[in-house]
């Protein structure tokens, strides 16, 4: 990673700078390319040690259906570490920064002053109007505690909120992953009628992943969903070499979900001919991202959370000519989204956010550019902020650690927080439990969810409350919030010996029954009473030793609710 500050060509430290960065973007690379190695789509379950879950809707289901809202997130990711500094310009600061950057600080004359405080380039003036009109808000200082400065590391970070990342190593669940795997616990056996999420650009992101399944319907550029959206059509996986083995079944039955079960193509396309752009988008592929999401959005698809990328932000080298082209589009476009979606009105439900996998720092290289750093803005756009500002306290340009780094203001969890609590309207137990546990601290961004009354939940960390009602003559038991009573999962005492463990607060009959990959039932591996407490499932002797080696699926029916989980049966 490039974590060693330089000024000038000649830095002793510059070779194993360079070094290091080509050695970061080598290793991301190959990340990507193994998640690109199948068709990434709704469904697909490429990233997850297991391959799916299904539980039954339950009360906590209803509770966050019943709060849903209209509204619809846009996430734009800058990918590369977006320079905060050319972003938002400290006009309170402005001595400090100019000499920091004597060949490449934005001069006064350039800087438009949205306050006597701050500004933004002129090059970014395009959001002038959306600023005089309450639709942008800049929040200072973004960033966590220790960040990272390596792209992988940050990117992921930024997806999964956990801090202990570290190289290869972290959790492999993203926040709106989690939050879509409380919002559809029946995800891929009884789907929503419209994809959960879009994504465009699926090279190293884990922000729609969830713990066995990624929820985002996902390309890899804009050519690819401008086809969909045109055609309603996807990828034809009838004549693909799978060959007749068990794994050939199982990447035709991966792609298959990802393309074909849920049928989201044809959904994205009729959206598409619904939808109609009024206003005219400049040629670039960020600004053809969202005249997309302005026609899907308008043709009413019905999916509430879009993301989108642009790259080119890794500015170690002639920064201001490439940032200015980024920041320039970035804009225009931006302006011309909300333009197109006020035709209709929706521009009221459509909140936008950057985010970036870092900032760079406070002094300019030898390059006409600058290196990783930490803290940067993110920005908000939408009529949802009522209401411009600069929200949150700028990191001082005077006091910068040891290798020029801000040091950051404002924690991105609580922003994360902020959007699903007050913006999507998710009850505040269960963002604390998406982010990890981190404490809820909301950041006032002019919009929020206060009239909405959510019943109280009882959360998967917290004891299970057992029914006060007396299971039935049957032995079943009425309570229909059993799927935050029961616990289950897959486990491993030695490698020929694959065991469900099953945890019962109360007595019922319990049905479980083990289906192939390819969704094609197998067997019984346990149909009988059992009594509260905790039992271990043998499925190999259940099934008497006759399973193949491969992935299955699991399914456990109690009453008329069903949990499911993948099994590797070795």
Same mark, same amino acid.
């Given at each position: 990673?490039?974590?060693?500050?330089?000024?000038?060509?000649?830095?002793?430290?510059?070779?194993?700078?360079?070094?290091?960065?080509?050695?970061?973007?080598?290793?991301?690379?190959?990340?990507?390319?193994?998640?690109?190695?199948?068709?990434?789509?709704?469904?697909?379950?490429?990233?997850?040690?297991?391959?799916?879950?299904?539980?039954?809707?339950?009360?906590?289901?209803?509770?966050?259906?019943?709060?849903?809202?209209?509204?619809?997130?846009?996430?734009?990711?800058?990918?590369?570490?977006?320079?905060?500094?050319?972003?938002?310009?400290?006009?309170?600061?402005?001595?400090?920064?100019?000499?920091?950057?004597?060949?490449?600080?934005?001069?006064?004359?350039?800087?438009?002053?949205?306050?006597?405080?701050?500004?933004?380039?002129?090059?970014?003036?395009?959001?002038?109007?959306?600023?005089?009109?309450?639709?942008?808000?800049?929040?200072?200082?973004?960033?966590?505690?220790?960040?990272?400065?390596?792209?992988?590391?940050?990117?992921?970070?930024?997806?999964?909120?956990?801090?202990?990342?570290?190289?290869?190593?972290?959790?492999?669940?993203?926040?709106?992953?989690?939050?879509?795997?409380?919002?559809?616990?029946?995800?891929?056996?009884?789907?929503?009628?419209?994809?959960?999420?879009?994504?465009?650009?699926?090279?190293?992101?884990?922000?729609?992943?969830?713990?066995?399944?990624?929820?985002?319907?996902?390309?890899?550029?804009?050519?690819?969903?401008?086809?969909?959206?045109?055609?309603?059509?996807?990828?034809?996986?009838?004549?693909?070499?799978?060959?007749?083995?068990?794994?050939?079944?199982?990447?035709?039955?991966?792609?298959?979900?990802?393309?074909?079960?849920?049928?989201?193509?044809?959904?994205?396309?009729?959206?598409?001919?619904?939808?109609?752009?009024?206003?005219?988008?400049?040629?670039?592929?960020?600004?053809?991202?969202?005249?997309?999401?302005?026609?899907?959005?308008?043709?009413?698809?019905?999916?509430?959370?879009?993301?989108?990328?642009?790259?080119?932000?890794?500015?170690?080298?002639?920064?201001?000519?490439?940032?200015?082209?980024?920041?320039?589009?970035?804009?225009?476009?931006?302006?011309?989204?909300?333009?197109?979606?006020?035709?209709?009105?929706?521009?009221?439900?459509?909140?936008?956010?950057?985010?970036?996998?870092?900032?760079?720092?406070?002094?300019?290289?030898?390059?006409?550019?600058?290196?990783?750093?930490?803290?940067?803005?993110?920005?908000?756009?939408?009529?949802?902020?009522?209401?411009?500002?600069?929200?949150?306290?700028?990191?001082?340009?005077?006091?910068?650690?040891?290798?020029?780094?801000?040091?950051?203001?404002? @924690?991105?969890?609580? +922003?994360?927080? %902020?959007?699903?609590? *007050?913006?999507?309207?998710? /009850?505040? #137990?269960?963002? =604390?439990?998406?982010?990890?546990?981190?404490?809820?601290?909301?950041?006032?961004?002019?919009?929020?969810?206060?009239?909405?009354?959510?019943?109280?939940?009882?959360?998967?960390? @917290?004891?299970?409350? +057992?029914?006060? %009602?007396?299971?039935? *003559?049957?032995?079943?038991? /009425?309570? #229909?919030?059993? =799927?935050?009573?029961?616990?289950?999962?897959?486990?491993?005492?030695?490698?020929?010996?694959?065991?469900?463990?099953?945890?019962?607060?109360?007595?019922?009959?319990?049905?479980?029954?083990?289906?192939?990959?390819?969704?094609?039932?197998?067997?019984?591996?346990?149909?009988?009473?059992?009594?509260?407490?905790?039992?271990?499932?043998?499925?190999?002797?259940?099934?008497?030793?006759?399973?193949?080696?491969?992935?299955?699926?699991?399914?456990?029916?109690?009453?008329?609710?069903?949990?499911?989980?993948?099994?590797?049966?070795?």
């Amino acid at each position: 990673m490039c974590d060693t500050h330089h000024t000038h060509d000649t830095s002793p430290h510059k070779g194993l700078e360079h070094e290091g960065h080509d050695l970061e973007h080598k290793n991301w690379s190959r990340r990507s390319f193994l998640q690109a190695l199948g068709i990434a789509g709704s469904g697909s379950m490429f990233l997850g040690s297991n391959l799916l879950t299904a539980s039954a809707p339950s009360r906590l289901t209803s509770a966050i259906a019943d709060a849903e809202t209209d509204n619809i997130l846009v996430l734009i990711r800058l990918s590369g570490g977006n320079d905060g500094l050319s972003t938002v310009i400290p006009v309170q600061q402005y001595d400090t920064y100019a000499n920091a950057r004597p060949n490449i600080y934005i001069p006064e004359s350039k800087v438009l002053k949205l306050t006597d405080d701050f500004g933004i380039p002129t090059y970014m003036n395009s959001l002038e109007s959306l600023w005089g009109e309450g639709k942008f808000k800049a929040v200072h200082g973004v960033g966590y505690q220790n960040q990272s400065l390596s792209h992988f590391t940050g990117s992921d970070i930024y997806a999964n909120t956990d801090l202990t990342t570290t190289g290869f190593s972290g959790l492999n669940t993203g926040w709106m992953g989690r939050h879509f795997e409380q919002c559809y616990p029946d995800y891929l056996i009884n789907p929503p009628e419209a994809p959960a999420a879009i994504q465009i650009g699926s090279i190293a992101n884990l922000v729609f992943q969830g713990e066995e399944t990624n929820y985002a319907f996902v390309t890899n550029n804009i050519d690819q969903l401008e086809e969909i959206a045109e055609t309603g059509f996807f990828y034809d996986i009838a004549n693909a070499p799978f060959g007749d083995c068990m794994y050939g079944d199982q990447l035709r039955f991966l792609r298959g979900v990802a393309n074909t079960t849920y049928e989201y193509a044809g959904k994205i396309n009729e959206a598409y001919e619904r939808g109609q752009n009024q206003v005219e988008y400049q040629d670039n592929g960020f600004a053809r991202q969202l005249a997309l999401l302005a026609r899907l959005i308008k043709g009413n698809l019905g999916t509430k959370v879009y993301m989108i990328s642009m790259g080119g932000f890794d500015t170690h080298g002639n920064q201001p000519l490439a940032h200015e082209r980024l920041m320039s589009n970035l804009s225009i476009a931006v302006n011309n989204f909300y333009e197109d979606l006020g035709f209709t009105q929706q521009d009221e439900q459509v909140l936008s956010m950057t985010f970036s996998e870092f900032g760079r720092r406070i002094f300019e290289n030898g390059s006409l550019g600058t290196d990783h750093g930490k803290a940067a803005p993110t920005l908000f756009f939408g009529s949802g902020l009522n209401g411009s500002a600069f929200v949150g306290d700028h990191p001082s340009l005077d006091s910068p650690n040891s290798r020029g780094n801000l040091d950051y203001t404002m @924690d991105f969890r609580d +922003l994360y927080a %902020t959007v699903l609590a *007050e913006w999507l309207c998710v /009850p505040i #137990p269960l963002v =604390e439990q998406h982010l990890l546990d981190h404490p809820y601290a909301p950041v006032n961004l002019g919009f929020n969810c206060s009239g909405v009354d959510f019943p109280d939940i009882a959360m998967d960390n @917290d004891p299970p409350t +057992l029914p006060d %009602t007396p299971p039935s *003559e049957d032995g079943m038991n /009425p309570n #229909p919030d059993i =799927e935050t009573a029961i616990v289950h999962r897959p486990y491993y005492p030695n490698s020929r010996a694959p065991h469900i463990y099953l945890e019962m607060p109360f007595a019922a009959h319990v049905d479980i029954e083990l289906f192939n990959i390819l969704g094609q039932k197998v067997g019984t591996v346990f149909n009988e009473m059992m009594l509260e407490g905790s039992a271990e499932i043998n499925i190999r002797e259940r099934m008497r030793d006759s399973l193949s080696t491969g992935k299955y699926i699991y399914r456990i029916s109690v009453g008329g609710e069903r949990m499911s989980k993948s099994v590797m049966i070795m």
